[in-house]
């Protein structure tokens, strides 16, 4: 990706909610969530509405196109998301041999579970998820192994 359309990316997630058109859905019609397990995390995104497929479809080509890019090292998705680096990314792309990055659809969506026996991966990919908990607002638990009931 060269340097000016980076740029372009970054401005117009600048100028549009939650970089949406980054993502490729609409974060007013999905819900992010983002877990801690023992070997890793999840990222998961689903859309609101159980009828609402082309959400859903929105977030199956993204998800799958975020674990290919993960699993090769690039994570510029994120940086354009957020507009700043998220931390854990710089080891998780130095490590990126040791983590595993498990592309599944859901009813209304996908997730992305990232597994480690790599220790310092593990912890970088809970720094990463902790981020992602932080900046989407989700709720969701920073403690290792607590999801919703």
Known sequence: MNLTI???AAALAA???HADHVMGFSHEKTTHHFFLDPDGGTIQVEANDSKDTESRDQI???LAHIAKMFAAG????PMLVHDKTPPGTAVLAR???DVAYKFEKT???ARVRIVTKNAEARDAAYEFLRFQIADHKTGDSTEVGKKPK
């Open 60 to 62: 199956q080509n993204h």
């Open 15 to 17: 100028q549009t909610p």
């Open 74 to 77: 690039d994570f510029q998705a």
């Open 95 to 97: 490590l990126k041999s």
């Open 107 to 109: 009813e209304r969506g």
């Open 6 to 8: 980076l740029l372009l």
